[in-house]
């Protein structure tokens, strides 16, 4: 399982390959993920659809077997304000395994910097579909 990169994005081939993508992204956005945490629906598929809003730091898995809609993180306290929008890959597929990174301040277990992985189940493109700094 390694990344690869096709024109400006990466592809990989399992969910294994979001963790490689998201410390790469953290790294350069200065905040290095420290614990990541795969996603799935209480039912146990991995195939979730995603609502986010960046602003507002709050996002929703969507089960593609069940429809249960279910906050990321603690996205729940946000979700009143939030103007969610559904995200899709490039190639127009809205499936995805999903993974969350978070880094935390210094000598602390308060997350700091949020982020959201994403592999395309459609395509296998990997990507951070959003992150954002907690209060």
Known sequence: MALKKKGKYFYGDSRADI???????????????????????ECGSEQLGLLLDEDEGAAVQVCAA????TPIGDSADYLEDAELEERECVCGGSRFEIATGAAFYKDSTDIRWFYVGCRCV??????????WKTP
């Open 66 to 69: 069940c429809q249960r809609q």
């Open 122 to 131: 459609a395509c296998g493109l990997v990507g951070c579909y959003g992150d």
């Open 19 to 41: 963790a490689p993508m998201l410390a790469r992204y953290s790294e350069a956005n200065a905040y290095p993920v420290e614990r990541m945490d795969d996603l799935k629906c």
